[in-house]
């Protein structure tokens, strides 16, 4: 379990959204990177077995934000996904105190990293947000063909997530960044990991369930329409 890769949603979840002073600085330093700012503080508000984390964050300016990050296999979904909680985390805000908010979606596919900023103007085109008021960020995690050398900030910490093998971890155990993750995981004991993963299989079983009550729902739904048919094609003969 410890080899294995932090780019699973529960796993990412559990590293970097647990209650506790190492979570908390591996993921202060995370955001440092991806941000492109200084991280000074961050609360997450959202602790638990959900999988998406979102958190409060402030830099070293005093300046806030709201963020969510996605980790996501299905490209459609990604977007729709990031649209929504970008909205959510916007929308749980008071109208008096409106802080920028951004979605950092992990995206396991290639040649699919790119920002966008929304923007919403008013009918004489003004807009009614500064920019960079609504962001999402999205990076591809095999978009990486080249050596470590040649990788930027962004490009290291995503092989360091996607990457967690002995060979290719000590490629990069010099980076502070990446030091700060790796202690936080190696603080996670046996018995913590134990329960992530019985955490996680009993979520993909309630997962697993409510797909299959609802496709046995659709299947029902089908054969009744198909009966009412039935019936009103003999009544009219």
């Known amino acids: 379990m410890r080899s294995a890769n932090l780019l699973n949603d529960f796993a990412f979840k559990y590293v970097f959204g647990e209650d506790c002073k190492e979570a908390n600085d591996a993921l202060k330093s995370l955001l440092t990177v991806f941000l492109e700012r200084k991280v000074v503080n961050v609360h997450v508000t959202n602790v638990g077995v959900d999988p998406i984390l979102e958190a ?28 929504y909680y970008l909205m959510r985390l916007f929308g749980s805000q008071e109208e008096y105190d409106l802080n920028p908010c951004q ?35 999205v990076y591809s995690t095999q978009n990486l063909d080249k050596s470590y050398d040649q990788m930027n900030d962004k490009e290291k910490m995503v092989y360091f997530l996607n990457c967690r093998d002995n060979g290719k971890t000590k490629m990069i155990e010099n980076d502070e960044v990446i030091q700060t993750v790796e202690k936080r995981v190696e603080t996670i004991s046996d018995d913590c990991w134990t329960k992530w993963i019985e955490d996680f299989r009993i979520q993909q079983e309630n997962e697993l369930k409510l797909e299959f009550e609802e496709a046995d729902k659709r299947l029902k739904e089908a054969n009744k329409r198909l009966e009412e048919a039935n019936k009103k094609s003999t009544r009219s003969k």
């Open 103 to 137: 979605v950092i979606a992990f995206y396991d596919g290639k040649e699919c990293e790119f920002e966008i900023d929304l923007q919403f103007r008013n009918d004489n085109g003004i807009l009614l947000f500064p920019d960079g008021m609504l962001k999402i960020s």
């Open 56 to 83: 409060f964050v402030e830099f070293d300016d005093n300046t806030k934000m709201k963020l969510a990050i996605l980790i996501d296999q299905n490209i459609i979904k990604l977007h729709r996904l990031s649209e």
